[in-house]
């Protein structure tokens, strides 16, 4: 136990953080309720708080730990240490938060997207553990996904790659939501997401008096992409409609992705992947019909919610292992 390592996913309900050994062994995790703050001093005394009561736990201190690993739900740029696009930190686009970290830790620290530490997570003990060349798709109540490119993550020339929400799904049409409870999110979020299905469905309803199973089981509450796929279980009309249409959009963004890229594996996750079984064969399937002599292989991640968490806490091993200031 000479190089602890931590690896913390900020989400903006719930805060998960891990240690783990040399090897990659999780010794400890636990989730805590995230506290949010606009003010980054307040949002990490309170994070490294979290992380020393963890350390303590395990007959170590924070300052014993070789490294941390930080996803966080924005677009990170390790370069100038901001994020940016995270609503629920919102913090200044222009704010490092490097040196605020390092009065609460100054050892080496990694800081990443949380679909890219993920993937890195899969990577070290997960679904692409062995692969080198793949893209991880998490589908939830909005998308996301990281590249895996020769072995290691590509990021992007502003540290955005992978924002495959923003996809044109339309060509010529110029995205604007509707409604302004959605302009956080883009074109392509807004067909496959757990969010755009449920929106779907809710204005396919909306002044429209027929029965309707998903209304049904939406019980008076907002329709919501659950509803839609209950009742598709029960071959509702409808719902299998709106999933035809949400599967059709996912498996030929997979299908685009991976042919333009060459890659070799496609990694599903998410909250929608997770709760309902036959997501990633539906997919595959459909994948299959546009090249039927594939050799691309399509899998569901296996790590669920614990994947941001080990990811950055393996990040942070690579880091270290490669003694370099990348991984």
């Known amino acids: 136990m000479n190089m602890l390592t931590a690896g913390i996913d900020v989400g903006g309900t719930k805060t998960l953080l891990c240690l783990t050994d040399e090897e990659g062994t999780v010794l400890e995790q636990y989730k805590v309720e995230t506290q949010l703050s606009r003010e980054p001093e307040v949002f ?21 730990l070789k490294g941390v690993g930080i996803g966080f739900p924005g677009v990170m740029n390790e370069r100038t240490g901001t994020l940016t696009s995270a609503p629920a930190l919102n913090w200044p686009a222009t704010l490092d938060i490097r040196p605020v970290i390092a009065a609460y830790y100054p050892g080496l620290v990694v800081l990443d997207n949380d ?3 993920a993937a890195m997570g899969e990577y070290a003990a997960g679904s692409a553990a062995g692969s080198e060349h793949f893209i991880m798709i998490t589908v939830g109540t909005g998308v996301g996904s990281a590249l895996f490119l020769n072995g290691q993550l590509y990021r992007g020339a502003s540290f955005a790659a992978g924002e495959i929400g923003y996809l044109i799904v339309e060509p010529g049409a110029v995205h604007a939501a509707a409604d302004p409870e959605y302009s956080e999110f883009g074109p392509f979020e807004m067909e496959v997401s757990g969010t755009g299905i449920g929106a779907k469905a809710a204005a396919r309803l909306h002044g429209n008096n027929s029965s309707s199973l998903i209304r049904e089981l939406a019980q008076g509450d907002t329709v919501r992409a659950e509803h839609v796929f209950a009742a598709a279980q029960q071959q509702d009309e409808t719902a299998l409609a709106l999933l035809d249409h949400a599967y059709e959009q996912m498996a030929a963004a997979v299908k685009n992705i991976a042919i333009t890229l060459d890659l ?16 990633v064969q539906e997919i595959a399937a459909r994948v299959s019909r546009y090249t039927p ?8 991640a296996v790590l669920g919610n614990q994947a941001g968490a080990i990811g950055a806490a393996a990040a ?3 880091r270290l292992n490669a003694g370099t200031g990348q991984n």
């Open 115 to 117: 679909v890219n530490m």
């Open 264 to 279: 070799e594996l496609v990694i599903l996750g998410g909250g929608v992947v997770e709760k309902n079984s036959g997501y």
């Open 293 to 300: 002599e594939q050799s691309l292989l399509i899998r569901q």
């Open 316 to 318: 942070a091993r690579s």
């Open 44 to 64: 990490f005394r309170w994070l490294f708080t979290e992380l020393e009561q963890l350390c303590k736990r395990n007959g170590t201190t924070l300052a014993s």
